[in-house]
């Protein structure tokens, strides 16, 4: 099946008790057992929910992975992963990501012996150069966040597996409509659900996908073990999104190709990144390993922090606030609100500017987001 179908079809047949063509909330914590032991297949909803193992099947599907496994946010599927590790291995982490990646990596999991070297993994070769002994795992995203840098997957992927690496991508920017990591030989594909996947900015959670058995055991049994795993009502939301990813994923590209365009030739704009603009300098590769770019843009305006407060301040149609995926259009300020606990040092070498704006682009005419942009720059 095409991804489309398998969107709407992938872990939702028809309930078989009563045909439901819509998959039940099955809102119950457990379930009976005729004898001790002997069961359905469910004992408690920590562990397995048929909501929730619908919605793993049908990320897995779409992903192109044969296990997927659903948490409660995107950041506890970045803990679940972490789980892999001991205390003295080291991971060697993109640049520019994420900035709660960034805080539960350097403040959480650092403080129970666990390394990490940060490098901009658009040269593949700064990864290898950072591998050590204890290295065990490379996590990357493409695009990235917010900058909108592009990795090279096929490239990543052969140099962990030559190392005996596990390769690691968040996927979230791009969504598996446009980008599917394991069919480069990635081991694990992150997402926060919470972002184009739910795509209606009314449920948080996160979810992993791969191919490789030896992981999915692992990650299953930290996934009941610490129990950050998503509930019933969470996981149908989910699974109601995810039926419309692909028609909204047009959208918002589409949407988003013209308010990059329009950005680029204005005048008070003075840098605007979005891998499908020609001026990108990895859009060739973009373009190699993505059939195409969500609503995700940064830019810079002239005048700097100062000036691109005003500018926030000035939007009507495009709403000032964290997250990114949903309908709606958001803008944000990167330095102040989602990567505010990253250092301004560390910021700044990664190129992640106190001036820069990042719009989520939703699926509203496109012309009503262009008179709004052009009356909040003048």
Request: charged share 20%.
């Amino acid at each position: 099946m095409r991804f489309e179908t398998e969107a709407i079809h992938c872990g939702q047949e028809p309930e078989p008790r009563t045909g439901a063509v819509v998959v039940p909330i099955y809102q119950t914590s457990t379930y009976a057992q005729s004898s001790p032991g002997v069961h359905t297949g469910y004992e408690y909803t920590r562990t397995q929910n048929p909501t929730r193992d619908a919605l793993q099947v049908a990320l897995a599907a779409l992903e192109g992975g044969t296990h997927g496994l659903v948490f409660a946010s995107g950041l506890a599927a970045t803990a679940t992963v972490m789980n892999l590790l001991r205390a003295g291995d080291h991971v060697i982490c993109m640049d520019d990501v994420y900035g709660g990646t960034y805080r539960i990596f350097d403040k959480v999991f650092r403080q129970y012996g666990i390394d990490f070297t940060f490098v901009d993994a658009r040269d593949v070769g700064r990864i290898e150069d950072a591998i050590q002994p204890a290295t065990r795992l490379v996590w990357v995203e493409t695009p990235s966040n917010p900058l909108l840098k592009i990795v090279d997957l096929r490239a990543v992927a052969a140099l962990c597996r030559s190392r005996g690496l596990i390769s690691v991508v968040d996927n979230t920017f791009a969504s598996p409509f446009f980008q599917r990591p394991l069919a480069f030989g990635i081991d694990i594909v992150a997402h926060s659900t919470t972002k184009y996947i739910g795509g209606h900015s009314d449920v948080v959670g996160g979810a992993l996908v791969t191919s490789r058995d030896d992981l999915h055991d692992r990650l299953k049994f930290c996934q009941n073990a610490a129990g950050a795993c998503t509930a019933p009502f969470d996981s149908w939301l989910t699974l109601r999104g995810l039926k419309t990813l692909a028609i909204r994923m047009e959208r918002h590209f589409g949407n988003a190709l013209a308010v990059a365009r329009f950005l680029e030739g204005h005048s008070a704009v003075s840098r605007v990144i979005y891998p499908w603009l020609e001026s990108h300098p990895q859009q060739a590769l973009a373009q190699s390993q993505m059939t195409g770019m969500s609503g995700m843009i940064s830019f810079e305006i002239a005048g700097g922090l100062e000036a691109a407060r005003r500018f926030l301040e000035r939007v009507r149609v495009f709403t000032l606030a964290e997250s990114l995926g949903g309908v709606e259009s958001l803008i944000e300020s990167p330095a102040i609100m989602t990567h505010a606990s990253i250092p301004p040092d560390v910021r700044a070498a990664s190129g992640l500017t106190d001036g820069l704006v990042r719009l989520s682009v939703g699926i509203e005419h496109v012309e009503d987001l262009l008179e709004d942009l052009a009356q909040a720059l003048a």
